[in-house]
């Protein structure tokens, strides 16, 4: 048994496109990996998963903001935020429309995902990455 913080291998965290009719809509699913249980805080996915997405054009630039967007990145948080504990192999998952958020254009866009999880009072955060294309 290791001392000191956690470490971000306690869970994997993984994101894919799942649906065939919106290519801006990823999942992003959480796995405990370990022994000790993992706790994933939830409110909504635009909150509880933190995105930077760039066009793969090499251009650099965030997609512009839609409306919804804007919205939810200004709005003050609050309201009721629930924990789910996950034991060994347990599995949390979320389904993040980037298209509500983001004025996607034609192309392909590099995107990494983050998120936090908790073990006791310890947040750890995880990241993946994926590769998105709007027809």
């Known amino acids: 048994m290791s001392l000191g913080r956690p470490q971000p291998s306690c869970c994997r965290l993984e994101v894919a496109g799942t649906s065939t009719t919106n290519p801006g809509e990823l999942t992003v699913t959480v796995t405990n990996l370990q022994d000790t249980p993992v706790n994933v805080l939830r409110t909504r996915p635009e909150w509880d998963i933190r995105v930077k997405i760039v066009p793969s054009d090499g251009s650099g630039r965030t997609p512009e903001f839609t409306p919804y967007g804007k919205q939810v990145l200004t709005e003050e ?59």
């Not at 993040?96 to 392909?108: P, R, W």
């Open 77 to 135: 948080r609050g309201g009721s935020m629930l924990n789910r504990e996950l034991k060994r192999g347990e599995m949390f998952s979320q389904t993040l429309d980037l298209g509500k958020i983001y004025v996607l254009k034609t192309g392909y866009y590099s995107v990494t995902v983050d998120r936090d999880v908790f073990i006791d009072d310890h947040r750890i955060t995880l990241e993946a990455k994926t590769t998105v294309g709007i027809p």
